[in-house]
Structure formats: C-alpha cells, structure tokens
C-alpha cells in the first residue's frame, strides 16, 4: 500500500555530511511515522531516527547530536540530515513507514529498498 523511494547515499570521507531523502507515494492509508534504518555487512538492522506526523523525533544512541530528522507532510517526504560522520556509520540506510487505516485499526510496516552510505578517507 506504501511505495518509498529513497535518495542521497553515497560516499563521504569522516566529518563530513549527507543528507538522505525518502518519499512515499500516495496511499489510501495513513502514515502514522517514518524514519529510517541502517545495517552493516554481518549485523542486525539498527533504528536510526524516526518522526511521526505531528513531529515527534526519536534518535538512536548512535545518531544523537549528530543526526536530524525532518519531515514535509505536504510531499511525503522524510530528510535524514547526517553530519560528523563517522566510519562506523558505513551501512546500507533503509527508509521506513508506519501506515495503516485512518481509523488506527492496524499498523503494517513498510521498507524501502535501501541506499548505501559510505564513510571512509
């Protein structure tokens, strides 16, 4: 029911910065959330910053003060801001929905296909 289509990885040296872009089609469900994701070669995927729809933010421990999530409602479009940006922040970085009926009946989570980071000198 939800299509994300994911923007801006690459390759970045440390300290520098990149900004990713996730944009979600139109769907007769609402999305109640979005954020992202991120998993390296051989680990478990990681949640790196959500928001809901009325702004709300949440970080991982890893990206705290590093890391700024934003939102434009009127597109459906999520920003993962990255800034100081570390090695170990090489990953594959997933945009992620959390949609269902507008009568908040049901919730289904929703993945796009990934964009890869890559931190290194």
């Known amino acids: 029911q939800v299509q994300l289509v994911e923007s801006g990885g690459g390759v970045v040296q440390p300290g520098g910065s990149l900004r990713l872009s996730c944009a979600a089609s139109?769907?007769?469900?609402?999305?109640?959330?979005m954020g992202w994701g991120r998993q390296a070669p051989g680990k478990q995927r990681e949640l790196v910053a959500t928001?809901?729809?009325?702004?709300?933010?949440t970080y991982g421990d890893s990206a705290k003060g590093r890391f700024s999530i934003s939102r434009d409602n009127a597109k459906n479009t999520v920003y993962l801001q990255m800034n100081s940006l570390k090695p170990e922040d090489t990953a594959v970085y997933y945009c992620?929905?959390?949609?269902?009926?507008?009568?908040?009946?049901?919730?289904?989570?929703?993945w796009g296909q990934g964009t890869q980071v890559t931190v290194s000198s």
């Open positions: 139109e769907s007769i469900f609402s999305i109640y959330a």
């Open positions: 992620r929905a959390v949609a269902g009926p507008s009568d908040r009946t049901a919730t289904y989570i929703y």
């Open positions: 928001i809901t729809t009325g702004g709300v933010t």
